[in-house]
């Protein structure tokens, strides 16, 4: 590897923002009954002949099982086929994949873990490591995020419209933009390689249990609808695959967060809160509010096949999705700590005794000032990706390549937010609060706290919009603009042999150009003459919102829109943390890769195939951003540098015959650093004082920073029996050569702007904390997983089936490189140590049930926080139950074609949880939020013809 810097320079005129711009159990009784699987099925075979057992039973090589089973099928095969070691998903039946989203299905597969946002399953860990070490493709192609970084949302892909997934654990010399700790690959389907005509319309009703918690949000209910269509004309030269996709989903969610604990730590005063017994830990403020929104979603897909002889083979791929949401956000909350300047006390505390430390779970408090939220937020996202690949066979053994494409997204969002309280306005104007009292009590076991406050908030006549908590404005609003493309042109050349241990050699580049920039803008919102309290008017006002709950009746309500036209006066308000959000980052990247297949016998009983291969990677970075340290005197930096890897890989698969196989993989790999962390952005100045004036400091992004790298081993024992049954164990270690954490090093401040002309420097080189390649650790585990059709234990059984899958990880990398008594803070972000999957089905004479759970452990998970920033909190152990109900009418029946489905999503209400995880305030381990979303309720019906 080699490493060039560029000069850092002034970027000012050139930055282009515009605009401004219980499955334990389980688990043991499968591995049991996996165990036995391939004896059984030996037996079944001595009992008859050929296939002719059951029709419903096809070889390994040619599935023809359809529905659940054909699905588990598909996807076994795909495993076993391909020369990595990899998981896949494969469709149902055409726009039907297992699951809800993608997403769900996904987080189903061996090692894999999702992350719930919004109660839904949306960014996914493969191995232990978080969303940013993982690759996402569509049809093999990089994609763009409308997130901040490298993870993708997989909620921006339908599952109506993807076809199959493959993760890849292992690399590939020819799988480009790979991740280091897995590769998702998104297929649509290929309508020539279907070969038949088929039209296929679904429609579903959906319910939120919760039903609506909002007043003025437009439905409670909501819808899905996609049309799919695949042909072939032009004697099977010509295939066509068009597919449409509508969500309308209902979104709610009963929220509370505690905001801190805290009460024992040496430098909190010890008087502070009379009452407080000395030293105790008590909860120093909180929220609840209720949140419901509508999320649509428009998905269109397109493959265009051509294919006129076997020379010749044009594929076209398009892909656009619409995403709009709407969230309305009503609730309350306060500040209970020493210093709200309002004198706040307790009396009667309850405190029960946590390990060394006393900690008050509930009392009376006095002197409470809460304010009451009402918000809307908008996000709207438009993404496009295009491929075209064009492929040749020539002079009998040749074959070449050529695959362009190109991948966009933008979002626009509004984040806005207003505050109300109790508050009076006296002679000359002259505001006062009015103070409140509040009962509480707030169990350490994650749930609901409960609160009784002494005066009503969803009384419109007294709870007036104001700032009752002297923030310095009224409301606030922020637009984040987002926008990703990846423009790629990839060439590749093949050349087959026949006879030999190698089957062939391909060699190829790929040369590609990311850009992805963010600008964020804030306003403040101000009531008119002068900031004066105002009641909302009748016209304004909404239903009040229940917060029963946590104990509280109403809330005020109003449409928050109509309040900000009618009694605000909206002005740009930027600081220094609202420039440093925005910044530009790109990368060219330029990839040469070779690869040799392998495929030859070892002996009479032992066939090897596999590749070995090799990338070379030439990577050149940069990025433009502000330095903040004067709002008035703002800077620009513009900095950059380029590296190159190698990255070779082996990938080897022993075929002992009867279905064992053996699979052995190494390669170095990389993942490149959070475009957040690469960011020119900075607050930077010269000191004026002290022992360092003269000299420069700052914090910021660090454009010179380098890719995570590893290098990996895995090893797979599978075994195969019947089309619909596996059992494989894998063992996986990790050596991560670097880890990207925060540090303070010495750097170089040439081409800043000087905040303050007045103060020279005495010399360019200072201090800088920022993102840094610093040192690594392992990463290791193991994955068993199995699939079991339990029709060939007994014919009593035909019908009835599992899948499961259980994995441990651990690793030795600390992210902060301190050592914490909080253990969490010493946790790799992401790293669940547990995550299993249980999927129990029954499938016959047209009728199918599926009950699925997923688990994973406690984990460092990435969240939004205060004012739309990142950050990093311990989400407590998730567990999440599915249930699928459907019938489909046989041929020869009036109403073949035509199938009926039920699902419940979040089948037990599954809560999510955090809890603090940091040593702020003397302690951790206490509750922090709890949020329920409910079930999801749907109802549907599909219909097939050709």
Request: glycine share 4%; net charge positive.
């Given at each position: 590897m080699t490493h060039h810097a560029h000069t850092p320079g002034t970027a000012g005129a050139h930055l282009r923002f515009a605009p401004r711009r219980q499955l334990l159990a389980s688990a043991c009784a499968l591995a049991l009954v996996s165990s036995f699987a391939a004896h059984a099925q030996d037996a079944q075979q001595e009992q008859a002949t050929g296939t002719q057992q059951n029709p419903d039973i096809s070889t390994l090589d040619k599935v023809q099982v359809t529905g659940i089973r054909g699905s588990i099928a598909t996807s076994i095969d795909t495993k076993n086929e391909s020369s990595s070691i990899v998981e896949a998903i494969s469709a149902e039946d055409i726009g039907k994949l297992p699951d809800v989203s993608i997403a769900e299905s996904i987080a189903r597969l061996p090692g894999l873990?999702?992350?719930?946002?919004?109660?839904?399953?949306?960014?996914?860990?493969i191995r232990g490591l978080a969303p940013d070490f993982a690759a996402t493709l569509l049809n093999g192609r990089e994609q763009v995020t409308t997130g901040d970084n490298r993870g993708v949302e997989f909620d921006q892909y339908p599952s109506e419209l993807i076809n199959a997934v493959t993760v890849y654990k292992?690399?590939?010399?020819?799988?480009?933009g790979q991740g280091l700790s897995g590769t998702v690959d998104l297929q649509t389907i290929r309508p020539l390689e279907y070969g038949q005509r088929r039209i296929v319309i679904n429609a579903r009703g959906e319910k939120n249990s919760f039903g609506r918690l909002n007043s003025g949000v437009s439905n409670s209910l909501g819808n899905r609808f996609s049309a799919s269509y695949i042909d072939q004309f032009a004697n099977n030269t010509i295939g066509i695959a068009l597919g449409y996709a509508h969500l309308d989903s209902p979104f709610q969610e009963k929220h509370y967060k505690a905001w801190w604990w805290g009460g024992s730590a040496d430098w909190f005063p010890a008087d502070g809160i009379p009452g407080k017994p000395a030293g105790a830990e008590m909860l120093m403020g909180a929220e609840a509010w209720a949140r419901s929104s509508d999320q649509i979603r428009d998905g269109l897909m397109g493959v265009f096949e051509y294919?006129?002889?076997?020379?010749?083979?044009?594929?076209?791929?398009?892909?656009?999705?619409?995403?709009?949401?709407?969230?309305?956000?009503?609730?309350?909350?306060?500040?209970?700590?020493p210093w709200t300047g309002n004198g706040v006390s307790i009396a009667n505390p309850s405190v029960v005794r946590r390990g060394n430390v006393d900690i008050v779970t509930g009392g009376n408090l006095s002197n409470i000032e809460p304010v009451v939220r009402n918000d809307y937020n908008r996000r709207q996202d438009d993404m496009f990706s295009a491929g075209w690949k064009n492929i040749w066979h020539f002079a009998d053994k040749w074959t070449a390549q050529a695959d362009l494409s190109y991948s966009t997204t933008e979002r626009e969002q509004s984040i806005a937010e207003t505050y109300a309280g109790l508050q009076t306005v006296g002679a000359g104007g002259v505001v006062s609060p009015v103070l409140d009292t509040l009962s509480y009590s707030s169990p350490l076991s994650s749930e609901f706290a409960r609160f009784s406050f002494g005066r009503n908030y969803g009384d419109p006549s007294a709870v007036v919009l104001s700032d009752p908590s002297n923030w310095g404005r009224d409301g606030r609003i922020e637009t984040p603009h987002l926008e990703d493309t990846i423009k790629a042109a990839r060439f590749e050349l093949r050349r087959d042999f026949e006879s030999g241990p190698f089957t062939g050699v391909e060699v190829g580049a790929n040369f590609s150009r990311r850009e992805k920039e963010k600008v964020s803008t804030v306003y403040y919102a101000n009531l008119k003459n002068g900031r004066t309290p105002i009641t909302v008017g009748n016209d304004v006002l909404v239903a009040p919102t229940n917060l029963g709950f946590v104990g509280i009746p109403h809330v005020l309500a109003y449409d928050v829109n109509d309040a900000l036209s009618r009694y605000y006066d909206i002005t740009l308000r930027m600081d220094q943390n609202d420039f440093q959000k925005d910044f530009s980052v790109l990368e060219k990247v330029k990839t040469f890769y070779a690869k040799l297949d392998i495929d030859t016998d070892l002996g009479e009983r032992v066939r090897l195939r596999g590749n070995v291969g090799v990338q070379y990677i030439k990577t050149d970075q940069s990025s433009r951003g502000f330095n903040v340290a004067s709002v008035d005197n703002l800077g620009g930096v513009s900095a950059g540098t380029d590296y190159d890897d190698v990255l070779p890989s082996l990938n080897l698969v022993a075929d002992f015959g009867e279905g064992w196989f053996v699979r052995f993989g190494a390669a170095k790999t990389l993942a490149r650093g959070r475009i957040d962390d690469m960011r020119a952005a900075s607050n930077a100045s010269v000191n004026a004082t002290g022992p360092d004036a003269g000299r420069w400091s700052g914090s910021g992004g660090n454009p010179y920073l380098e890719p995570w790298r590893a290098k990996a081993a895995d090893l797979s024992f599978e075994?195969?029996?019947?089309?619909?049954?596996?059992v494989a164990l894998a063992l996986f270690y990790k050596s991560l050569d670097n880890y990207i954490r925060p540090d303070t090093v010495e750097y170089d401040f040439s081409g800043y702007t000087n905040p303050d002309p007045t103060i020279v420097p005495i010399s360019n080189i200072g201090t800088f904390t920022t993102p840094v390649n610093d040192k690594g650790g392992y990463l290791r585990g193991a994955e068993l997983s199995t699939a079991l059709d339990f029709g060939m234990f007994a014919p009593v059984l035909d019908g009835f089936g599992a899948q499961f899958s259980a994995s441990y990880t651990e690793s030795n990398i600390n992210p902060s490189n301190t050592t914490s008594t909080?253990?969490?803070?010493?946790?790799?972000?992401?790293?669940?140590?547990?995550?299993?999957?249980?999927?129990?089905?029954?499938e016959k004479n047209g009728f199918s049930a599926r009950v699925s759970e997923r688990y994973r452990s406690e984990f460092r998970g990435e969240i939004y926080n205060l004012f739309f920033s990142r950050a990093y909190t311990t989400i407590l152990a998730d567990r999440q139950t599915d249930l699928q109900l459907s019938y489909e009418f046989p041929d020869g029946s009036n109403m073949a074609g035509m199938s009926f489905l039920f699902q419940v999503n979040n089948l037990t209400n599954s809560p999510y949880r955090t809890v603090q995880d940091s040593e702020f305030g003397g302690g951790a381990s206490q509750p922090l939020e709890y949020n329920e979303y409910g079930r999801q309720f749907m109802f549907g019906v599909s219909y097939k013809f050709n």
């Open positions: 873990a999702a992350q719930r946002v919004n109660g839904r399953a949306q960014v996914i860990a292992t690399p590939d010399a020819k799988l480009i294919k006129p002889n076997e020379n010749f083979h044009s594929i076209l791929d398009l892909y656009y999705s619409k995403f709009d949401q709407k969230e309305t956000m009503r609730g309350i909350m306060w500040s209970q700590d075994k195969y029996f019947g089309p619909a049954s596996y909080v253990a969490a803070l010493n946790r790799l972000p992401g790293l669940s140590r547990d995550v299993a999957n249980l999927t129990l089905y029954y």
